[in-house]
């Protein structure tokens, strides 16, 4: 079971990325995807999202209207976009599968991450 995550970058605020989450060696459509994220200095944090179907996404408050969870099963990849970054967004990321939730225990796989900074 890997994650490859990537897509980070430095971006000034009010700008976009798009991350990207590359799944292989299981059955990735069966299994929930989650994104979360580790600023210095803090705990990891819920981002959002998404069940096995894509049909559902479900976000943290901080992130909600402008980020956008999806997944395309067919090519084994979750998407992030992320669009009127904030400062306050800088973080690493890491994409997540397991059963979901809003809590990393439910998540039992994880990708290494990949780092996003906001610019002032």
């Known amino acids: 079971v890997q994650l490859q995550a990537s897509g980070g970058g430095l971006v000034q605020a009010g700008g976009s990325l798009r991350l990207s989450c590359a799944a292989s060696?299981?059955?990735?459509?069966?299994?929930?995807m989650g994104w979360f994220r580790q600023a210095p200095g803090k705990e990891r944090e819920f981002v959002g999202g998404?069940?096995?179907?894509?049909?559902?996404?479900y976000y943290a408050d901080s992130v909600k209207g402008r980020f956008t969870i999806s997944r395309d099963n067919a090519k084994n990849t979750v998407y992030l976009q992320m669009n009127s970054l904030k400062p306050e967004d800088t973080a690493v990321y890491y994409c997540?599968?397991?059963?979901?939730?809003?809590?990393?225990?439910?998540?039992?796989?994880w990708g290494q991450g990949t780092q996003v900074t906001v610019s002032s």
């Open positions: 997540a599968a397991g059963r979901g939730g809003r809590t990393s225990a439910g998540y039992d796989y």
């Open positions: 060696g299981w059955t990735f459509s069966s299994y929930a």
């Open positions: 998404i069940i096995w179907s894509g049909a559902i996404p």
